[in-house]
């Protein structure tokens, strides 16, 4: 009996001993500034001021700067040396850069005494720095090769000269970078527009006894990547690149065949494929984003030249069959074309989508605008024979490439606001932005 109560003795002793030394208490920290909905610039300082302790000891004290739903950060992560059970934050923190979005975002400061957690939250409200216009540039021909020019106040200057052929263009304002393909004679090149030099280059990779075709490229600001595509008589590709030149995503297209256009939906990539010789078969190809494989395609009476999204399973496919321009509707469900709309005669050379029920075409006998819903097919211009268009979302502005003209249309009325000259005819137009 005695022997248990001195057994029961020195639990009782242990057991308090282990909860005299057990960390039950987290850190404490006040955050004094910047105060709760403080206004700051993106691409600026915030000034950060806080005092952090705890009853022991500190192991670490962190800081960061992320979106509401903790997805996005939008500062460094910064860790602060500590020498004690203390510590005075007073620290200068960059919030955000060019393409941080106006909203609501969250100071987060983060302590931990080797048991206990503790995180203090503080909303600040970030501006975002405004979108401002930079430059109109054209690519124009120019001998055999072409050239790159841009609009000072009435007049083109050139800036850019290549000596190879030219298949497309395409900018991107997120990375201020220019991209141009060749088709036969090219390459695929990056052009930076910050330091105004070639990033890198890419050529076509095709067996040798073919020759390399650069026909389609575009930049998709959502994706953040950069699309082109080459052919041979052997092997069609669809290839997605990084801004810094990185091939990362490859789709293997119908033997014979480039995508002369693409879209994205949700879950696909699709694509218009042509085929590169006389006689072959077109295809509207739907490939997974998982996986690059193909998902299904149909063929196509007609060559697409442009495809945009009208809803979850519906697209407004244009082209031509032969010198006859084609616009229909597709259905994905059906997996097949159930609306042609009558387009006057001539081909169809270039198309831009204003919003899902609204599009302005580029025809043989002028500017043609749709309205898909009630089916609405009217002038904008008569005679103008615009090879190439540009819709500047921005400012809801419309540019028409005709012949050695660039002419500046509103484009719901088709009003003319302005037009340009250029030493040779038109290739494609692009706006520079900040961002």
Known sequence: MKSFTLYGILFCLLFSACRKNKDENPPVI????????????????IHLKAMVSDDKKLEYVT?????????????????????????????????????????TYQIIVEAFDGTNKKKLYSEIIVVEIPRVFRKMMVLRKSGTGFAVDSLVVTSF????????????????????????????SGVLECYDLKSNSVLWTATAELPSSTVPLFYFN???????????????TSFGKLRAYSPTGTNYKTYNMQTNNFAACM??????????????????????????????????????????????VLSDHELVVLGNNGTQGELRIYDSNTNGFWEQVIIPSG??????????????????????????????????TAGNKAQVLLLDEFNG?????????????????GLLAG????????KAILRQYNK
């Open 347 to 380: 081909k169809i050379y270039d198309a831009v989508q204003l919003n899902n029920d609204e599009y302005v075409i580029a025809h043989e006998s002028g500017l043609l605008r749709f309205v898909h819903s009630p089916a609405n097919l009217v002038n904008l």
């Open 218 to 232: 575009n930049f998709y600001k959502n994706d953040l990547m950069f699309w082109q595509s080459t052919a041979s």
């Open 63 to 103: 800081c960061k700067v992320l979106s509401l739903d903790g997805n996005s950060q939008i500062s460094e992560s910064i860790n602060f040396a500590i020498t004690g059970s203390q510590l005075t934050i007073d620290q200068s923190i960059l919030v955000g850069d060019l393409h941080t979005e106006s909203g």
């Open 419 to 426: 037009s340009y000259t250029c030493i040779d005819s038109v």
């Open 157 to 184: 200057v050139n800036f850019i000269n290549r000596s190879n052929d030219f298949s497309s263009a395409s900018l991107s304002n997120y990375y201020q970078q220019l991209y141009f393909a060749g088709k036969t």
């Open 397 to 413: 502005t419309l540019y028409a490439g005709e012949g050695n003209m660039v002419k500046v249309y509103e484009p719901v009325t």
């Open 30 to 45: 006040n955050i004094s500034s910047p105060l709760k909905n403080s206004t700051v610039n993106a691409d600026s300082f």
């Open 263 to 308: 879209t994205t939906t949700t879950a696909h990539i699709v694509v218009g494929e042509v085929p590169l010789t006389t006689g072959g078969t077109s295809y509207l190809s739907y490939y997974f984003k998982t996986g690059f494989g193909l998902n299904f395609t149909t063929p196509i009476t007609f060559k697409p030249l442009k495809i945009f």
